[in-house]
């Protein structure tokens, strides 16, 4: 089992930046991808980022080059800093860790961002 609780979430403005934490309990040496996913009104939950359990990344288009994903195995802690935000990144925003060898995903509570023009 796997728990997962974020924090990090707020309203800035445009151009500003934010850090959500996902921290992580339970059996997380089983853990074999992290992620962070969002989902804004009226539209489907989209994938922002990922990182495996060797630390490689990937990242969706719209945020390339603003957001980073990143995990401290001491903290057993999950981040995505967020910077340069659009108003277009509004969105709730959820953690998610995918468990070895059954692949089930757990997932944070979320956490609204709002990014003000």
């Known amino acids: 089992q796997v728990q997962l609780v974020e924090s990090g979430g707020g309203l800035v403005q445009a151009g500003g930046s934010l850090r959500l934490s996902c921290a992580a309990s339970?059996?997380?040496?089983?853990?074999?991808?992290g992620g962070w996913y969002r989902q804004a009104p009226g539209k489907e939950r989209e994938l922002v980022a990922t990182i495996s359990s060797g630390g490689s990344t990937e990242y969706a288009d719209s945020v390339k080059g603003r957001f980073t994903i990143s995990r401290d195995n001491a903290k057993n802690t999950e981040y995505l800093q967020m910077n340069s935000l659009k108003p277009e990144d509004t969105a709730v925003y959820y953690c998610s860790a995918f468990e070895h060898p059954t692949l089930r995903a757990y997932w944070g509570q979320g956490a609204q961002v709002t990014v003000s023009a």
């Open positions: 339970g059996s997380t040496s089983s853990i074999i991808v």
